[in-house]
């Protein structure tokens, strides 16, 4: 059954450091989406991509965060300078007909 | 908002026991799924329901969904300890390309 793919499973980096976390959608999906979850805390929504676009993005997707599909299989997710509280778990999801999203196993960071 | 919130926080029940989690929201939506979330690890769709249907079932799941009420409720029969997780409600505002907005979950233990 195809499923989704999050590279790496645990990222460790400095503070102010670049990070990109790495998705591979199921392959005939057509939205993808990016939320994280705080340790203990809810799963938040950060953003969504169709058509090789932002179509929606959270008050938490502010201008340190970008994402992009740069062939069609991976979808990353850049923070140019991370902060302690970036740290979490952060998930890629895809979906065929925007409707039941499907995530990966997700990309644990840790910000020292 | 929109949000989830699921009751109880959490749950600790007997293997054969049925285990019952309930979710609130407050605005009106398009459809209502659930998650499961092993800890630490991705979360596995289980089940929608839309905001026309009342009620679903999956194997030893069934889900309700009253509108009117604001509420859903997911059932699990016969439980195991393999179905030892944390379990999310999601609510999508419309159809298409929507966010979903998650509840804190309910963490279920059972126990062997």
């Known amino acids: 059954e195809p499923e989704v793919t999050q590279t790496p499973s645990h990222q460790v980096t400095q503070m102010g450091q670049e990070v990109i976390l790495r998705c591979v959608p199921i392959s005939n999906h057509l939205y993808f989406y990016w939320y994280r979850q705080i340790l203990g805390q809810k799963v938040e929504f950060l953003v969504s991509?169709?058509?090789?676009?932002?179509?929606?993005k959270s008050e938490i997707f502010d201008d340190q965060f970008s994402v992009e599909r740069p062939d069609g299989s991976n979808f990353t997710l850049k923070i140019r300078s991370t902060k302690l509280e970036d740290s979490a778990m952060y998930f890629c999801?895809?979906?065929?007909?925007?409707?039941?999203?499907?995530f990966g196993p997700g990309t644990r960071l840790t910000v020292l | 908002s929109q949000q989830g919130e699921e009751d109880p926080q959490a749950l600790s029940i007997q293997e054969g026991e049925n285990a019952t989690m309930n979710c609130s929201y407050k605005?009106?939506?398009?459809?209502l799924q659930w998650y499961r979330q092993n800890s630490g690890r991705g979360l596995v769709h289980l089940i929608l329901?839309?905001?026309?249907?009342r009620e679903k079932h999956s194997g030893r799941l069934r889900v309700t969904l009253d509108t009117s009420k604001k509420s859903s409720s997911l059932l699990i029969t016969a439980s195991r300890a393999a179905d030892t997780a944390s379990y999310f409600c999601a609510t999508a505002f419309n159809s298409g390309n929507t966010p979903l907005v998650f509840g804190k979950g309910t963490r279920l233990s059972v126990i062997a």
């Open positions: 329901i839309r905001s026309n249907e």
């Open positions: 991509f169709y058509n090789n676009e932002i179509s929606e």
């Open positions: 999801a895809s979906t065929l007909l925007a409707e039941t999203q499907f």
């Open positions: 605005t009106s939506i398009n459809n």
